[in-house]
């Protein structure tokens, strides 16, 4: 007969083994590893993790114009043999082959922020990208004359999330708003130097342009650069996306009039959490739409609208 000292200790380690084993890991792949964007997400997805005791990985590459290494971390990933794959595509056609091989591996494989072209996928969990970029074309619009010249300060081809703020930008105007003209459009490639260049050259091509609309987190941080830089906060409206220090200090002093915030946090829960459902054999929504909230200077201090800015704790 088994003593008690003898038999307890193997007992836990194989109940310990046993845990081990039947514990999901569920792979996130950002379009890139330090926009603070993504490190909100980030943090989102860890807290899901842990709430729903599933290990998970993170891995992306360093910008999101780096399609080929993000192609290359899906095909490392399925190698692993993950039990999920919840991603931000960096480009919606060239990550549709990698993803397609997940699938077809058995991965589950859900796309969040930002889609591809792939139709068996768990679930879509994003920002409602054209409705927050037909909002900011209302929210510019109403800041300027009637008839009034704007310009955009656009992300890059490929990126759907970002296409898609773009689009319903230039739609809202052009049909709610015929007097007022875009005279520029121009890609700042997620690369935050490049987008005050571009930011620059808008301001120097066009000196009267009355607005600007920057649609990601890198090209916000390029325009209030650029304007602040020329000393035209306040004579030039500015709607940005995304939200960190520089963003927040530029809404407050009036650089910036309205600042569009994404749920980074609840995108990330909702990702990895549509995962270990998958897994769970729970349903799941097939697309999950949050919206971006329109935050204004008299906005900054309310307690609804700091938990957003800084959710989770995580810093700017």
């Given at each position: 007969m088994l003593t008690r000292r003898a038999f307890m200790p193997g007992m836990a380690l194989g109940f310990a083994n046993c845990h081990q084993r039947q514990r999901k890991t569920v792979a996130v792949i950002p379009k890139a590893n330090a926009d603070l964007f993504f490190l909100t997400v980030r943090a989102g997805a860890e807290r899901a993790a842990s709430d729903l005791?599933?290990?998970?990985?993170?891995?992306?590459?360093?910008?999101?114009?780096?399609?080929?290494?993000?192609?290359?971390i899906v095909d490392a990933t399925i190698a692993r043999g993950v039990d999920g794959i919840a991603i931000s595509a960096t480009d919606d056609t060239a990550l549709a082959g990698p993803l397609e091989r997940a699938i077809r591996a058995g991965i589950p494989v859900t796309l969040f922020d930002?889609?591809?072209?792939?139709?068996?996928?768990?679930?879509?969990?994003?920002?409602?990208?054209?409705?927050?970029?037909?909002t900011a074309a209302r929210s510019l619009a109403g800041l300027l004359p009637p008839t009034s010249t704007v310009a955009m300060l656009m992300q890059k081809p490929g990126g759907r999330s970002t296409e898609l703020r773009e689009h319903g930008f230039e739609e809202t105007m052009a049909k709610e708003f015929p007097g007022v003209t875009i005279v520029a459009r121009q890609y700042g490639l997620g690369d935050r130097a490049k987008s005050v260049a571009i930011a620059e050259n808008?301001?120097?091509?066009?000196?009267?342009?009355?607005?600007?609309f920057a649609s990601s987190e890198a090209c916000s941080l390029g325009a209030i650069r650029a304007i602040r830089s020329r000393g035209l906060g306040g004579k030039i409206r500015l709607v940005t996306?995304?939200?960190?220090?520089?963003?927040?200090?530029?809404?407050?002093?009036?650089?910036?009039?309205?600042?569009?915030?994404?749920?980074?946090?609840?995108?990330?829960y909702e990702a990895v959490k549509s995962l270990t459902d998958k897994l769970a054999m729970r349903g799941t929504a097939r697309v999950l739409d949050i919206p971006a909230r329109v935050v204004v200077r008299g906005d900054l201090g309310k307690a609804e609208v700091e938990a957003l800015l800084r959710p989770g704790g995580v810093g700017r």
């Open positions: 005791d599933v290990a998970m990985t993170w891995n992306g590459p360093d910008h999101e114009t780096e399609y080929s290494r993000q192609i290359q930002s889609a591809a072209k792939i139709e068996n996928y768990v679930s879509l969990i994003a920002t409602d990208n054209y409705g927050a970029g037909c808008i301001l120097t091509a066009h000196p009267k342009v009355g607005g600007m996306f995304d939200v960190s220090d520089i963003h927040i200090e530029a809404l407050r002093d009036g650089t910036t009039d309205v600042m569009m915030v994404q749920d980074a946090f609840r995108i990330g």
